[in-house]
């Protein structure tokens, strides 16, 4: 084991969400929400606003370490998660991208082998590092104001990521990447091997700098049907879980392939995730039966419940609690927190998942 994993183990002993990822049934459960450093924040969009620009504000270490930490810092919660974008290793490979206002992410659009060709894996931690940078920087501020935090990292899974660059912008169905995956299997090969080199690298590079706990999110994983899932989600994500494992053994993997639901299963037990989060689709009765006990549960109140507030979100909470004591669990979101929640329902929600249920 590295001194850093050594470090890791050592520190982690009182962190409630480390020790839910270690398998341990902690209650109440540990919590942190999904995109909970962003936009529905006030504190947010001053720093967002003064950094000028989305990229801008994601290679500015420290404005996007304040932004991690500024969830921390209101409710309390048990994971720091980086502020980030899953396109940040496009980026970093040299495809260009912008985030258009009202549009979401534009990537030029990847089609052909001159393309895949053209992508600089080797110039990843170069262009990546003020990302790494901001690790830094969080740990540091955790390690200082608050100790019991972990610190996750993250990057898109292949799958994911490979959607947006071959597709070039967000879709309701990744026709076109989609299409490649099918129609040809070398080229969109080719790519998703090169985006296993780099993910893998990618969050290697985000536990050296101070993470103590990585996830993978696979947004778009259930539009494939099951060869595929098997073929361009569970095979790329065994290859990075074991190669993390096999540097840093004491850092868990959180994988998220969202709308898997009765592969759930199958992607837990090939892909050797510590603990796997389940969507707002996923019934987590189904998921604890599905999932063995020592692995971790993540999950997974719809954000509109959320926004909603009151006895919507008190019942799903409750509801979520009931079915998941007794083992690992984190609760979280099954989807990212909407532009709209108030903060106060935040609050709510963690006063409630604080006292059990």
């Known amino acids: 084991m590295s001194a850093e994993a050594q470090g890791s183990a050592t520190t982690g002993a009182g962190k409630p969400l480390l020790r839910a990822l270690a398998g341990e049934a902690v209650w109440p459960p ?4 999904m995109r909970q450093a962003g936009r529905y924040l006030p504190e947010y969009r001053e720093i967002r606003e003064k950094a000028g620009g989305f990229i801008k504000l994601c290679t500015t270490p420290e404005m996007a370490a304040e932004v991690t930490v500024q969830p921390i810092r209101r409710f309390g919660m048990d994971g720091a998660i980086l502020f980030s974008d899953i396109l940040m290793v496009p980026w970093a490979l040299g495809q260009p991208l912008r985030f258009a206002e009202g549009e979401g992410p534009v990537l030029d659009p990847l089609r052909d082998a001159a393309a895949v060709a053209a992508l600089q894996p080797e110039m990843l931690r170069e262009r990546a590092a003020p990302i790494m940078d901001t690790v830094r920087l969080t740990r540091m501020a955790l ?16 799958w994911t990521v490979a959607a947006y660059m071959v597709e070039g912008h967000g879709s309701r169905d990744f026709h076109t990447a989609r299409g490649m995956a099918f129609g040809d299997p070398a080229l969109f ?29 696979d947004s778009w994983a259930g539009m494939l049907p099951p060869s595929q899932f098997r073929r361009w989600v569970i095979e790329p994500t065994v290859t990075i879980v074991r190669k993390v494992q096999q540097l840093h053994p004491s850092v868990p993997v959180i994988g998220f ?4 639901g009765p592969l759930i299963g199958e992607y ?19 998921a604890a039966s599905a999932v063995p006990g020592n692995v971790g549960l993540q999950g997974n109140l719809d954000p509109l419940a959320l926004v909603a507030g009151g006895i919507a979100l008190e019942t799903e ?15 979280n979101l099954g989807h990212g927190i909407e532009k709209v929640t108030p903060p106060e329902h935040v609050a709510a929600l963690v006063r409630l998942v604080r006292s059990g249920g």
């Not at 540990?30 to 929400?33: A, D, F, N, V």
């Not at 837990?268 to 987590?284: E, S």
């Open 317 to 331: 909470t409750r509801q979520i609690l009931a079915a998941m004591r007794g083992r690992p669990f984190v609760f």
């Open 30 to 33: 540990p919590m942190w929400l």
């Open 189 to 217: 090969g080719k790519l998703i091997r090169t985006l296993v080199e780099a993910t893998t690298d990618y969050l290697l590079a985000q536990i050296e700098a101070g993470a103590e706990a990585v996830m993978l999110f």
């Open 257 to 260: 392939p969202r709308l898997a």
């Open 143 to 158: 390690d200082l104001h608050a100790p019991k935090v972990t610190l996750i990292g993250f990057a898109g899974s292949p």
């Open 268 to 286: 837990v037990q090939r892909t050797g995730v510590a603990t796997v989060a389940m969507d707002t689709a996923m019934d987590p009765r189904f």
